[in-house]
């Protein structure tokens, strides 16, 4: 019963934030909204095709960061719920929760389902990475960025920041003894698993093909709905904007992705998007992604659970 108030009020976070970002700019919003109801079904249908996408490519991804075979239709629909679950905590945790449950639930080890979210968040990471570096190779309208670029001197904190929190895990570690055996038995885990992964070109495929897809097909549903918008954007532009901002404030921890969309909306005005067409290219994506199928995720979240599946 006492922890009723704090499960409620994490989930209602992300709807409070959104609703008084909202106020905030109620012009904007109206303008985006409006729009909205103006917009081409047959690409918006389109988008909604790359956002189921989004799921295949992340059950793939999961599959290839570990070297038991999963069941294809448990693992999706773990990935469709896990996505409705996303909006209560930041940086992906509630999916990586559901995720640790749905592996544990099929026999997998404590330490080794832990180590394969490691490789799954370290293979998306570094493809994103990877494509965003290609793109900006390929693209000149990298030119524009500079000036959403951050001051020089915001690195200075940030550094000091990371050099911080890794000193402090290192102190933890060779002090607190308690700490050691089972971080030494994670990274053993992690090496056996991400070795015996690579030698399995099917993994290797899954592990890295869905990785590199999955920002793609983001940014697909992303154009779809500027193109039906008409946002008058370059698909190659609007992926760029995509990516660049989601490696730009992906790690910000706001529940719900709403610093990506902050920053979303700020990248497409500096590429020559209007911004209240930006705006309405952002609410629909982000309907699309992640209003749409809430309700429908949650359901099959409960129903996962019921049947002891997580």
């Not at 905590?89 to 394969?116: D, K, M, N, Q, W």
């Not at 998306?124 to 990877?130: D, E, F, I, T, V």
Request: glycine letters at 10%; a positive charge.
């Amino acid at each position: 019963m006492s922890g009723r108030p704090v499960r409620l009020a994490l989930c209602l976070a992300p709807v409070l934030l959104a609703a008084g970002w909202a106020v905030a700019n109620r012009p904007l919003v109206y303008g985006g909204v409006r729009r909205l109801g103006v917009a081409d079904p047959g690409w918006l249908l389109a988008g909604a095709g790359f956002t189921c996408l989004t799921w295949v490519a992340a059950a793939c991804v999961r599959q290839g960061a570990l070297p038991d075979p999963l069941p294809p239709g448990p693992l999706l629909a773990s990935q469709f719920a896990a996505g409705a679950a996303n909006h209560v905590l930041p940086g992906g945790l509630s999916a990586h929760a559901v995720t640790l449950r749905f592996l544990r639930r099929r026999g997998v080890p404590l330490e080794r389902a832990t180590a394969s979210i490691g490789l799954y968040s370290l293979a998306r990471s570094s493809a994103k990475a990877l494509v965003l570096l290609v793109f900006l190779a390929a693209s000149g309208a990298w030119r524009r960025l500079g000036d959403l670029a951050p001051d020089g001197r915001l690195l200075v904190p940030l550094a000091a920041a990371v050099a911080g929190a890794l000193a402090t895990a290192g102190v933890l570690l060779t002090v607190v003894r308690p700490l050691r055996r089972p971080v030494a038995g994670l990274l053993r885990a992690a090496l056996a698993d991400a070795r015996a992964v690579h030698t399995r070109p099917c993994r290797v495929l899954a592990l890295w093909g869905g990785a590199v897809a999955m920002p793609l097909v983001q940014a697909g549903a992303l154009a779809c709905v500027g193109t039906s918008l008409g946002l008058g954007l370059p698909w190659e532009q609007v992926v760029l904007a995509h990516l660049a901002a989601g490696t730009a404030v992906g790690a910000v921890p706001a529940p719900g992705g709403l610093a990506v969309d902050a920053a979303l909306v700020w990248t497409l005005v500096a590429f020559g998007a209007s911004p209240s067409v930006a705006t309405a290219t952002v609410i629909g994506y982000r309907m699309l992604t992640d209003w749409v199928p809430l309700v429908p995720g949650a359901l099959v979240l409960s129903s996962m659970i019921r049947a002891k599946a997580l």
